[in-house]
């Protein structure tokens, strides 16, 4: 099938060079580890290889042309990100990653001023959360005395909201909660969550890593105070990813890491900061890692975020369908495409996931296997791990049915189902 309703899946292919690659013994490669991190097409390598080869200065720095053209580069794409979550640039702030926004937070929220979190304070997250939003969460509890509760996820892997009301307490400072799961695909609803934590005055953070890349996400609409995302899962470059924050809370938070670039005045006895989002860009910025995700980004508007939702709906569905039919396969999490990415985790009876990704890269399809980043996830899910495909805009109904033939033959090669 080379045009598969919503993007044209085989022009899409074309400018993935990667996608070109033989692997184990001549096999085309089949890559289903999106989710892990993306290809990068062509339009994204030539931005970061034109910013290396015309555009390479320091940003902010050099008063002579180089320069400008730099913090041009590194400003626009702030700009085109704003646009791209409905923010303004200066709610835009360029982190290493996901990871190191929602530390940049978490860290933020353990230092001085109105939004200092107080011993006895709570902190809420989930069950669902990759460590990244779970693990700085549970520092800032040890920096500051605050408690730790979490939301439990229900056996078929969606979150439970019963008690959402009485978790969000007084004493809530964040609800830090994932868009989307990188295993099970859910996407809980954030923004009532969103609508119920600020009713008892409580800040929300979306964990956007595997959401940004596949819908389309307006912050305005979510109502979110935060969202944390990484480049390197949206088709850009690695070693740069976005944190957005509301101004004014921006504003009353101080500096997570400090250092040149991101001060006002500096005195041996001590220093002021600059505004944000620069207070929390210390150091010589990703100039071409910022020119390689302005890249990704108009790629993606190019296809159209709905597209690209429509698209991986439509692998997701195939995918579950699939799966479903055979014998001995357990998939983790809701088993429709309602408020569900393109995320399917299973289990295959009598095989242990390592054995199922050996088996599958031997037939030149790359999954992820073990627990993801999201062991109490796997915990609550009763898996100690599982095998993981996740879809992206240049993959095709025909390497689904190669995913679900490479499951049976592991099965017939493990003799198990
Ligand atoms: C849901 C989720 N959150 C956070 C992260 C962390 O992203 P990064 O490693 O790019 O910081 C990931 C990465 O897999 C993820 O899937």
Request: some cysteine; hydrophobic content about 40%; aromatic content about 6%.
């Amino acid at each position: 099938m080379s045009t598969l309703g919503h993007l044209d899946v085989e022009a899409v292919r074309a400018d993935f060079p990667a996608l070109t690659r033989k692997v184990r013994n001549h096999r085309p490669l089949v890559y289903l580890d999106s989710g892990a991190t993306s290809q990068k097409p062509v339009q994204v390598l030539d931005a970061v290889r034109s910013a290396y080869e015309q555009h390479n200065a320091a940003a902010h720095r050099g008063t002579h042309l180089l320069g400008e053209e730099a913090t041009d580069l590194y400003e626009g794409a702030r700009g085109k990100l704003a646009s791209f979550l409905n923010a303004d640039p200066g709610e835009i702030v360029f982190t290493k990653n996901a990871t190191e926004a929602i530390n940049l937070v978490a860290y933020a929220l353990s230092g001085p001023g109105r939004l200092q979190v107080q011993p006895g304070d709570e902190i809420l997250i989930t069950e669902m959360e990759h460590h990244a939003n779970l693990v700085p969460w549970q520092q800032l509890c040890e920096r500051t005395g605050a408690t730790l509760r979490w939301l439990d996820v229900t056996p078929e892997g969606r979150l439970d909201l019963d008690h959402l009301d009485s978790m969000i307490t007084g004493r809530t400072r964040i609800v830090a909660v994932t868009h989307q799961s990188n295993v099970t695909g859910t996407i809980p609803p954030v923004a009532e969550i969103a609508r119920a934590a600020h009713e008892k005055g409580s800040l929300v953070l979306a964990d956007a890593a595997q959401s940004v890349p596949h819908q389309p996400v307006d912050v305005a609409a979510l109502g979110v105070d935060f969202l944390a995302f990484s480049a390197h899962k949206m088709l850009g470059p690695y070693g740069i990813g976005v944190l957005f924050g509301r101004a004014e809370l921006l504003e009353a938070m101080p500096p997570f890491l400090t250092g040149g670039s991101m001060i006002e005045v500096v005195r041996m006895e001590g220093s002021t900061f600059l505004p944000p989002p620069q207070r929390f860009e210390p150091g010589v910025p990703p100039i071409a890692e910022a020119a390689g995700l302005a890249a990704a980004v108009d790629y993606l508007n190019a296809l159209g975020m709905s597209n690209v939702a429509a698209h991986e709906e439509s692998l997701t569905a195939h995918a579950l369908d699939a799966l479903r039919e055979i014998d001995g396969v357990r998939i983790l999490g809701p088993d429709t495409t309602k408020d569900r990415g393109g995320a399917v985790a299973f289990e295959v009876d009598g095989v242990h996931p390592h054995d199922v990704g050996q088996v599958l890269d031997e037939l030149g399809i790359a999954v992820r296997t073990g627990h993801h980043c999201a062991w109490p996830l796997h915990r609550a899910l009763g898996v100690q791990a599982s095998t993981r495909a996740t879809f992206y805009v240049y993959n095709t109904h025909d390497e689904v049915d190669a995913l679900a033939a490479g499951i049976r033959y592991a099965q017939r090669f493990f003799r198990a189902g």
